[in-house]
C-alpha cells in the first residue's frame, strides 16, 4: 500500500499578519456588514484564536457557539453561508507543533475520505484553510459525545443492546483506519460522537428501590463517528513513547515496550467496560496504581513483559518478576481504590443481564496483557458478541 506522506500544500490564506495595507485591502474588498471580518485580535496567552460570538471565521463562516477545547486549540459551532449548512470547525493553536500536527490531522482525514463508504464511521473533512495564522479545519457538525451524554445522563450506563451497537460502528472505523496503516492512539468516550442529538426519556426504577420510578436518556439513534485525529500515528513513522489518554493507556506504553496497532483494540476494551456500567475501568492517574488496577482486573502481567520493561518502568517491580504493590503506593486512599476493583467477569455481570458471557469474552480478547495476543479490530468484529447487531 502506497504510503501516506505529510506534504506541502497550496496554503488558502484568508487572512496574512497585520501588515497595514494588505490588511487594509482585504477588509475594504468584504462588504462591512455580514461578510465583514472582524478586527485583528492578538492571541491569548497560550496561543488561542480570539473571537466573540456571531463574529464572522472568514467572510464564509459565522461563529455560533463553542463546543469543545482542547491542547489542540477549540472548536467551533459555525454557520457556513455558502453550503447552508451548520459545520464544526476546529481552530488549531498558533503555535508550530500544533499548526503541525492538524497538517499531519489533514492528511488523516483526507486518507480517511477517500472511500466514504468504508470510512463513513470516521469524521469527515469538508475542508481546511489558514486563517491568521491559525489552521481551520472544516468538518461535519455532528451530535454530542458518548462522555458527555453519560455525564448528562447522570452516569446511568447504555443497555448492551446500545454498546453493541456501539462497539461494532467503531470496531469498524478502527478496522478501516488499521486498513490503511493508520493507529488512532487516542480512543476515548470523548472522542466517539453521536451523530444526532435527538434522545429519548424512558422511565427506569431507581437502583435498589422498588417504587421510586426516574428517568433516564436513551440516544434516539445509535449512530456514531470516530473523531480526534490529531494523535494518529503512521505505522511506519517514529512513535512517540508516551499515547493514549491515561484512563485507555495499554500496558505495553506505560511499561515502555513500544506500541502498535494493539494498543488502540486495548481502548476499545475499556471504552465498552465504561459505556456498560458508567464509569472508567481504570479511575487513576499514577503509573504504579494503574497497573495494579490491571493485575486485580486482569490477572497478573506476564513475566516477560516485567522483564522487557524499560528502565522507567522497571522501578515498579520487585526483583524483576512481582509488582511493587501494595508496598509501593503513595497512600492508603490509593490501595482503598486497588481493591474495591473486581475481576473484569464480575464488573462486566454487575451491570449487564442478558448477553454478559459474549461481552466479557470478547472483552478479554481485547484486554489481553500480550499486545500480539490481543483480537485485531476485524477478530472482534467477528465475534459472537456482534451476531445478533444489525
Same mark, same amino acid.
Given at each position: 500500500?502506497?504510503?501516506?506522506?505529510?506534504?506541502?500544500?497550496?496554503?488558502?490564506?484568508?487572512?496574512?499578519?497585520?501588515?497595514?495595507?494588505?490588511?487594509?485591502?482585504?477588509?475594504?474588498?468584504?462588504?462591512?456588514?455580514?461578510?465583514?471580518?472582524?478586527?485583528?485580535?492578538?492571541?491569548?496567552?497560550?496561543?488561542?484564536?480570539?473571537?466573540?460570538?456571531?463574529?464572522?471565521?472568514?467572510?464564509?463562516?459565522? +461563529?455560533?457557539?463553542?463546543?469543545?477545547?482542547?491542547?489542540?486549540?477549540?472548536?467551533?459551532?459555525?454557520?457556513?453561508?455558502?453550503?447552508?449548512?451548520?459545520?464544526? +470547525?476546529?481552530?488549531?493553536?498558533?503555535?508550530?507543533?500544533?499548526?503541525?500536527?492538524?497538517?499531519?490531522?489533514?492528511?488523516?482525514?483526507?486518507?480517511?475520505?477517500?472511500?466514504?463508504?468504508?470510512?463513513?464511521?470516521?469524521?469527515?473533512?469538508?475542508?481546511?484553510?489558514?486563517?491568521?495564522?491559525?489552521?481551520?479545519?472544516?468538518?461535519?457538525?455532528?451530535?454530542?459525545?458518548?462522555?458527555?451524554?453519560? =455525564?448528562?445522563?447522570?452516569?446511568?450506563?447504555?443497555?448492551?443492546?446500545?454498546?453493541?451497537?456501539?462497539?461494532?460502528?467503531?470496531?469498524? &472505523?478502527?478496522?478501516?483506519?488499521?486498513?490503511?496503516?493508520?493507529?488512532?492512539?487516542?480512543?476515548?468516550?470523548?472522542?466517539?460522537?453521536?451523530?444526532?442529538?435527538?434522545?429519548?426519556?424512558?422511565?427506569?426504577?431507581?437502583?435498589?428501590?422498588?417504587?421510586?420510578?426516574?428517568?433516564?436518556?436513551?440516544?434516539?439513534?445509535?449512530? +456514531? =463517528?470516530?473523531?480526534?485525529?490529531?494523535?494518529? &500515528?503512521?505505522?511506519? #513513522?517514529? #512513535?512517540?513513547?508516551?499515547?493514549?489518554?491515561?484512563?485507555?493507556?495499554?500496558?505495553?506504553?506505560?511499561?515502555?515496550?513500544?506500541? #502498535?496497532?494493539?494498543?488502540?483494540?486495548?481502548?476499545?476494551?475499556?471504552?465498552?467496560?465504561?459505556?456498560?456500567?458508567?464509569?472508567?475501568?481504570?479511575?487513576?492517574?499514577?503509573?504504579?496504581?494503574?497497573?495494579?488496577?490491571?493485575?486485580?482486573?486482569?490477572?497478573?502481567?506476564?513475566?516477560?513483559?516485567?522483564?522487557?520493561?524499560?528502565?522507567?518502568?522497571? =522501578?515498579?517491580?520487585?526483583?524483576?518478576?512481582?509488582?511493587?504493590?501494595?508496598?509501593?503506593?503513595?497512600?492508603?486512599?490509593?490501595?482503598?481504590?486497588?481493591?474495591?476493583?473486581?475481576?473484569?467477569?464480575?464488573?462486566?455481570?454487575?451491570?449487564?443481564? #442478558?448477553?454478559?458471557?459474549?461481552?466479557?469474552?470478547?472483552?478479554?480478547?481485547?484486554?489481553?496483557?500480550?499486545?500480539?495476543?490481543?483480537?485485531?479490530?476485524?477478530?472482534?468484529?467477528?465475534?459472537?458478541?456482534?451476531?445478533?447487531?444489525?
Amino acid at each position: 500500500m502506497e504510503n501516506i506522506r505529510t506534504r506541502k500544500r497550496l496554503r488558502l490564506a484568508w487572512d496574512v499578519a497585520p501588515s497595514g495595507r494588505e490588511e487594509d485591502r482585504f477588509e475594504a474588498a468584504v462588504p462591512a456588514a455580514r461578510g465583514a471580518s472582524p478586527p485583528w485580535r492578538d492571541d491569548d496567552r497560550e496561543g488561542h484564536y480570539v473571537f466573540d460570538l456571531g463574529e464572522n471565521l472568514t467572510p464564509r463562516y459565522k +461563529i455560533l457557539s463553542k463546543i469543545g477545547e482542547g491542547t489542540f486549540g477549540r472548536v467551533l459551532e459555525c454557520w457556513d453561508r455558502e453550503a447552508r449548512e451548520y459545520v464544526a +470547525i476546529k481552530v488549531v493553536r498558533s503555535i508550530r507543533k500544533y499548526r503541525h500536527a492538524a497538517m499531519i490531522e489533514i492528511d488523516v482525514l483526507t486518507s480517511l475520505s477517500k472511500n466514504v463508504s468504508e470510512g463513513s464511521r470516521c469524521v469527515q473533512i469538508r475542508r481546511w484553510f489558514d486563517y491568521r495564522n491559525h489552521i481551520c479545519i472544516v468538518c461535519e457538525k455532528l451530535g454530542p459525545s458518548l462522555y458527555d451524554f453519560l =455525564k448528562r445522563n447522570k452516569y446511568y450506563p447504555f443497555p448492551v443492546d446500545l454498546v453493541r451497537e456501539f462497539g461494532r460502528q467503531l470496531l469498524e &472505523a478502527v478496522a478501516y483506519m488499521h486498513d490503511l496503516r493508520l493507529i488512532h492512539t487516542d480512543l476515548k468516550p470523548e472522542n466517539i460522537l453521536l451523530v444526532s442529538s435527538e434522545y429519548i426519556k424512558v422511565p427506569t426504577r431507581k437502583r435498589n428501590s422498588q417504587d421510586e420510578v426516574q428517568f433516564k436518556c436513551l440516544p434516539k439513534s445509535s449512530a +456514531i =463517528k470516530l473523531i480526534d485525529f490529531g494523535s494518529t &500515528a503512521f505505522d511506519n #513513522h517514529d #512513535h512517540n513513547s508516551i499515547v493514549s489518554t491515561r484512563h485507555y493507556r495499554a500496558p505495553e506504553i506505560i511499561l515502555g515496550l513500544g506500541w #502498535h496497532y494493539p494498543c488502540d483494540l486495548w481502548s476499545i476494551g475499556c471504552i465498552l467496560v465504561e459505556l456498560c456500567s458508567g464509569e472508567a475501568l481504570f479511575q487513576t492517574h499514577e503509573n504504579l496504581e494503574h497497573l495494579a488496577m490491571m493485575e486485580r482486573v486482569l490477572g497478573p502481567i506476564p513475566e516477560h513483559m516485567i522483564q522487557g520493561a524499560n528502565s522507567l518502568a522497571s =522501578k515498579y517491580f520487585k526483583r524483576g518478576t512481582r509488582l511493587n504493590w501494595p508496598e509501593g503506593a503513595v497512600s492508603r486512599e490509593s490501595i482503598r481504590a486497588v481493591r474495591k476493583l473486581d475481576s473484569l467477569k464480575n464488573l462486566v455481570s454487575r451491570h449487564v443481564e #442478558h448477553g454478559a458471557a459474549a461481552l466479557i469474552d470478547l472483552l478479554y480478547g481485547m484486554l489481553r496483557f500480550e499486545p500480539a495476543e490481543r483480537f485485531t479490530a476485524r477478530e472482534a468484529l467477528n465475534h459472537p458478541f456482534f451476531e445478533n447487531s444489525t
